[in-house]
């Protein structure tokens, strides 16, 4: 229990974590409440999943809204995003993959080359799209540099059909970094996703080798009562199962 005192601008007592945002003019606050209730191993799972969710679409509601087709008359953008991408949460979990389910993958966009660089603290994306666009005239394509939580750090929508950027980032140890790229078309009057392409990280700290959080659904599949890993980068070299990876 709390009261909120306007013109002081004080708060006194306890009422959680309180954020705010500011739509069309108008300020709202909301407060999280405090929960004495531990919560479970599913519940914390699913409040994760939606967290990094909600981190994606609220990146990409900043640098790519206007081409998103969206409304933001009933609900803050970042929510209308994250209602869109709610598809990409599966058994409790967020899987960039299911990202298809709302974004179609047909090779129209594509990212030729991402590079985690630890050592100097910078990345590199390389991406293009395959079909020209109009800004003018509704059609664009965006990429996205994200982390395993979700967090947005760039949100890039290239003026060329093609596109190769470094920078520095503070690169966090333990933690994966991954790249997005989609287009859209407008088609009939509507925006039109499609595109959908996104990094498949591996790499190996301390001698444990780390895959793509993201894609490891696509990644590990079950055939026949074995474990199948299908990716272009795993090959049989003398009877010995060979990935290729990075040492970081």
């Not at 591996?202 to 890993?229: C, E, M, P, R």
Request: include cysteine; proline fraction near 2%.
């Amino acid at each position: 229990m709390a009261t909120m005192d306007l013109l002081k601008a004080t708060i006194n007592g306890k009422i959680g974590n309180v954020y705010g945002a500011r739509q069309r003019a108008q300020t709202y606050l909301k407060a999280v409440p405090f929960s004495h209730t531990p919560h479970s191993q599913s519940q914390t799972k699913s409040v994760r999943a939606f967290e990094k969710l909600n981190r994606l679409s609220a990146g990409i509601a900043k640098g790519f809204w206007q081409f998103m087709g969206l409304s933001d008359r009933k609900m803050l953008k970042h929510n209308a995003v994250a209602a869109l991408l709610k598809p990409a949460i599966e058994n409790k979990t967020f899987l960039i993959s299911n990202l298809r389910k709302v974004i179609k993958k047909d090779g129209t966009t594509e990212i030729l080359n991402f590079v985690v660089d630890r050592e100097n603290n910078s990345i590199l994306l390389e991406a293009q799209t395959t079909e020209q666009f109009d800004k003018k005239n509704g059609s664009a394509w965006v990429c996205l540099i994200i982390d395993d939580t979700g967090y947005c750090y760039k949100c890039f929508s290239p003026e060329e059909t093609y596109f190769n950027e470094a920078f520095r980032l503070q690169i966090l140890p333990n933690r994966g970094y991954f790249a997005i790229t989609f287009r859209s078309d407008k088609r009939n009057n509507r925006q039109f996703l499609h595109g959908l392409s996104y990094s498949n990280i591996q790499y190996i700290t301390n001698g444990v080798l780390h895959i793509d959080w993201f894609s490891t659904k696509d990644f590990f599949t079950i055939q026949g009562n074995a474990l199948a890993i299908t990716d272009e980068t795993t090959q049989i070299n003398n009877g010995k199962l060979v990935l290729t990876v990075r040492e970081v």
